[in-house]
DNA sequence: TTAAATATTTAACACTGAGTTAATAAATTT
DNA sequence: AAATTTATTAACTCAGTGTTAAATATTTAA
């Protein structure tokens, strides 16, 4: 069960909040400050946490700061809330280590979308790194070592060739395509030039041999044996 | 290529919105107002639109309501635009079938990355029906993989043909007129040189034996087995 | 800290074949 | 048979990819 925090001074939008994610299946806990959600945060250990920004004595920023020195929330989503016209920083609150950002008032269906859309996002970038030694074909891709090695012999990659070597061989067959490929590899805001992920993709032909790595032109790239 | 169509009356922030989408690798069109928009995006059939609220003759809002009135938009996302201090019902703006509700004044980082978060929460959204491998007759069918099997032979088919025989295959026995076929495989209704279907149809028949697709003259071709 | 080594991105250009077009033949309908 | 629609074939174009080298960025060593 995906648990939420939510904290707000408000009684009102919290009741809102939580009626309508209790609606989507989701087990949601309730704070009315900042010091409240950050003793409900450390008992509960929620998948993730919605911060309102004004509260009275500790505000969002600081339980999101707060909350970002325990590797304990290391895999906690935190989005910020904000009336419309306070006007904050959005940049601020995603450095502090927030994730996203929703301004008030917001409709029960997006509010949940965003929710859900942020969940989403974590659950697919948690399960890209499944940290296990793969053996596959004549190959063995060990993540944790960052070590590749083709019958006995060991092949160096550099980090962003060995994640998308990893990427590629951790769902052989499936075609990746340069966006995915890019938002899985790079990380979604990075914008890179058009010839990097070719480039990235020639290094690894060369050196882990170019028969895995296929081309499905104008689709993108897939591993196979 | 990502197409994103940005109506809105205020040539600066056109430009700036521009700008910064392009940067992210985005195909961009502008439209100065209300009426230019809806002809663009008809003939360009977007994949996101951003529609500014207040503009002369016809504002946001309509434009989204006309949109929506046409099927060939139902994947196509919507978000509004406002300045702060406009005082518009986001709720509202959402019933009419928006996505998103994006105030003024935006950082160009804020802003490019909802925008992205919109497009993967469709792109995920659309996946729901999930890749999902389709045996039928002697066929096999893998959109995940890019990939169609006769029995163990190994059938190569190029990007267009994939979708096209996508399309067939998803409704065995329904008739695809043309028009449907352009609109669904080829994302537009620019009307593009009026042999190319059949010549695309024959490759298919070349390569996934002939006696799957017929032709219904004077109406279109269907998948049958 | 600077310098050297290595990794990554950008840019420029070459190459390939998918997709389109056009022209002609065949099939079907009227 | 004439008209209309579809099939076939081949030639052409250009978007997408491969390749290389040079420019940045990052890491490591001194």
């Known amino acids: 069960m995906t648990k939420i925090l939510i904290v707000d001074d408000e009684p009102d939008i919290l009741e809102f909040l939580q009626y ?7 087990e949601v806990s309730v704070a009315n400050d900042g010091e409240e959600g950050l003793i409900k945060a450390h008992s509960s250990v929620p998948d993730l946490i919605v911060l309102d920004i004004m ?15 325990d590797p304990k929330f290391d895999q906690t989503i935190i989005t910020f809330l904000t009336a419309k016209d306070e006007d904050y920083s959005q940049i601020a609150a995603l450095d502090l280590g927030g994730d996203d950002f929703i301004t008030k008032p917001v409709s029960p269906r997006v509010f949940t979308s965003r929710i859900k859309a942020l969940l989403r996002r974590k659950k697919s970038s948690d399960s890209n790194i499944p940290d296990q030694i793969i053996q596959i074909a004549d190959l063995v891709i060990d993540r944790e070592k960052v070590l590749v090695k083709r019958g006995e012999e060991r092949i160096e990659l550099a980090k ?66």
């Open 55 to 69: 509260m009275p004595r500790m505000d969002g920023f600081e339980v999101c700061k707060e909350l970002r020195k």
């Open 20 to 26: 309508n994610l209790e609606k989507e299946g989701f």
């Open 160 to 225: 962003k060739e060995f994640e998308l070597f990893c990427l590629l061989v951790g769902k052989p067959g499936k075609v990746f395509t340069r966006e995915e490929i890019f938002r899985k590899v790079w990380g979604t805001d990075v914008i890179v030039g058009n010839r990097t992920i070719d480039v990235h993709i020639r290094k690894l032909r060369e050196k882990v041999g170019s028969d895995y790595i296929k081309t499905i032109k104008g689709i993108g790239y897939k591993f196979e044996f």
